[in-house]
């Protein structure tokens, strides 16, 4: 029959609506974070479906393929014994998991081309009481920067989002968007696709990926980091 839980056991079970920020890091998938997978290789659709799998495909800029992936296939047991892989990242230490995301050959998560394990610094809370005193920054939405791999928590904002900074346009006399304004800064035309981002923050490029990138001639950026505390996050832009 079914267990029975106390409601004491079952107040103290749950989830936490937030990230909890922890600087060590720990393993996640940035491709998917609802892991793990029971995961097998795969040439075409119609080979998976005749395995009963979702067939799926994965672009990583330097690696091209696809996987066919089995959803009702819930533990690893009855993964491994069927051939397939099992793919969890987070069962990986960070050490483990920094070979991955490095590309080294001692990586131990089959299929990494498609998990894409990497370390991330905003962790899953392990109590209440972590899950109550997190917090997240507004600024996140544009800070971390989740279009490429591995993920980075920092941006590189170029200009202002205004009238006086951007432009307008001839046609419209409307000020100019973030993508476009960029585009006609000198040498500044290939950073624009597709990675800028419009908001009271500012303009940004995502593909200006650290400090030394941001600042250097001829882009002459601010490169801004998420902020982890409240106090960052309340003075975050304030000069």
């Known amino acids: 029959g079914q267990q029975r839980v106390s409601r004491e056991a079952c107040a103290a079970a749950g989830t936490c609506s937030a990230p909890c920020y922890n600087p060590e890091g720990e393993c996640q998938s940035w491709r998917y974070p609802d892991q793990p997978l029971c995961l097998a290789n795969t040439q075409t659709s119609k080979d998976c479906a005749a395995l009963g799998g979702m067939y799926k495909s994965f672009d990583n800029t330097t690696v091209t393929g696809h996987a066919c992936m089995f959803p009702d296939v819930l533990t690893k047991s009855a993964c491994t ?3 397939y892989h099992w793919v969890d990242c987070t069962v990986m230490t960070v050490a483990q998991c920094q070979d991955c ?6 990586c131990l998560m089959p299929m990494q081309e498609f998990a894409r394990c990497f370390v991330s610094e905003f962790t899953t809370c392990k109590t209440k009481a972590e899950c109550e005193a997190s917090g997240s920054c507004s600024d996140k939405i544009v800070m971390y920067n989740d279009v490429s791999y591995p993920p980075t928590y920092g941006a590189c904002k170029l ?3 205004s009238p006086e900074n951007t432009g ?3 046609d419209t006399g409307l000020p100019l968007s973030c993508r476009a304004a960029i585009s006609l800064l000198p040498g500044h035309a290939d950073i624009t696709e597709p ?3 419009s908001s009271e923050f500012g303009c940004f490029s995502y593909l200006l990926t650290n400090e030394s990138s941001c600042t250097s001639d001829p882009y002459d950026g601010t490169f801004y980091t998420v902020a982890t505390t409240q106090g960052q996050c309340e003075n975050r832009f304030a000069e």
Do not use: D
């Open 81 to 83: 014994a069927s051939g």
């Open 101 to 106: 995301q490095n590309g080294n050959t001692n």
């Open 159 to 161: 200009m202002e989002m």
């Open 168 to 170: 307008v346009s001839a």
């Open 195 to 197: 990675y800028t981002y």
